[in-house]
């Protein structure tokens, strides 16, 4: 049961993650692109390498010889996952899945063509010219989406002919990839989405967690909530289709699963197959084990038999709003002092504009109403200070 992992990237999620490995006795060592990142401050070692270098992450793998490959991110250099799985070695949740989920084209066309789930409608584009005629073709508005991309890097919709040009420049400059290919989504009017966060098990049925609701801004996660406020028609559809996609993926650990609800039904977006970023609000205490622990368990191969609401939470992001490299907090004092409120810190070490450095987190009994909570969230987040 003593295993060694190898964590590629080492943000808030990651540390996390490692810390509850830490607490089941599990040797980490925490990769990321920079020195001193969150997760390697909790763990027993760390690499510092461009993970997009897949020779660079041969050494690494080759020097620490793991049981398990973590990815935290997306942008890694995943095809190499396929022979780590030949070497003995297993990639959480399997090379498949990291694989499919860092190209937006992958996971869709999986979702969409192979598995028949329901999608905005959609094209693919490598040049202005392309845009144009997908533009036509899916109508407007649209969104458009470098295919190598998070965290809205590069996404905009367009609204009027005009926008096609900027919206290309824009997904251009905010691509990962060598070879830029955007995807165009028609805009799909949602009543609110929903992160559906899914545990696959080696020798154990997949489980489901309370839905979780988020608002988003920039391509960034504001608020997030568990419960969501789903009906019963709309949550048996997500957990359908994210048996399917999961499922198809392969693999054991936790899946972040986004859908969009609207008065046709659900739709699938996108998934990450590690802990989500909205999924921090189980930080909270909402659920028997947070996100990070049913990760960790589904990977050790532990069973969990079952996963349980036990309050409604909220959190809420702290951002910094200037660049630093000595950044400092105030107000931590007033959100301590506050009732059914606890927060984290992440400990990065530099900021920049709206660069996440800790989340305000509260809960309450498990029937009162979340948009209080939420409320109280903003409230606590916005207590907390990041300076120069
Ligand atoms: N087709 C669409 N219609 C309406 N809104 C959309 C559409 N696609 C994306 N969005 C909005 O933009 C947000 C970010 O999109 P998406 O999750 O695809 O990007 P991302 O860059 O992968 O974000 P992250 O990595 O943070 O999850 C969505 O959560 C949703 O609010
Ligand atoms: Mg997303």
Redesign the pocket.
Known sequence: MQKKIVLLGSGELGKEFVIAAQRIGQTVIAVDSYANAPAMQVAHGFEVINMLDGDALDAVIAKHKPDFIVPEI?AIRTERFYDYEKQGITVVPSAKAANFTMN?KAIRDLAAKDLGLRT?NYRYATSADELQKAVAEVGMP??V?PLM?????G?STIKTQDDIEKAWKYAVEGSRGDVVEVIV??????NS?ITLLTVTQNNNPTLFCSPIG?R?ER???QESWQPANVTDAALAEAQDMARKVTEALGGAGIFGV?F?LTDEGVYF??L?PRPH?TGMVTLAGTQNFNEFELHLRAILSLPIAEITLEKAGASAVILATDTSDSPTFTGVEKIAALPKTDFRLFGKPTTRPYRRMGVALVSDSVDTPVEGIIEKAKAAAALVTVNK
Do not use: L, M, P, T
């Open positions: 997306e937006r905005a649209c969104v989406k991309s998070s965290s809205g890097k996404q989504e028609a805009f799909v009017n949602f989405e988020h988003q391509g960034d996660y986004e969009f977006s996108e990450s970023d």
